[in-house]
């Protein structure tokens, strides 16, 4: 799930849990909307620790060249 996908789902679960006032008897819709919520934060500090470490920069390995390399190619 990207980035997006994890805001998407905390916005609706904010909807769901502050702006509606529906009452089911299965269901606690707040409940849904808190869940919700803690799923997309929980993916978005996953989502940043793998782009975190994608983007470690690795300096270049040089390369050792021998002596003896050198004389066969001037």
Do not use: Q
Not at 3 to 20: D, K, Q, R, S
Not at 46 to 71: L, Q, W
């Amino acid at each position: 799930m990207g980035l997006g996908g994890c805001i998407l789902l905390i916005g609706a679960g904010a909807v769901l849990a502050f702006a509606t006032d529906w009452e089911m008897d299965t269901v606690n819709v707040d409940l849904v909307g808190w869940i919700m919520m803690l799923v997309g934060l929980v993916g978005v500090f996953v989502y940043m620790s793998i782009a975190r470490r994608r983007r470690m920069v690795v300096p270049p390995t040089t390369t050792v060249v021998s002596a003896e390399e050198e004389r066969r190619y001037p």
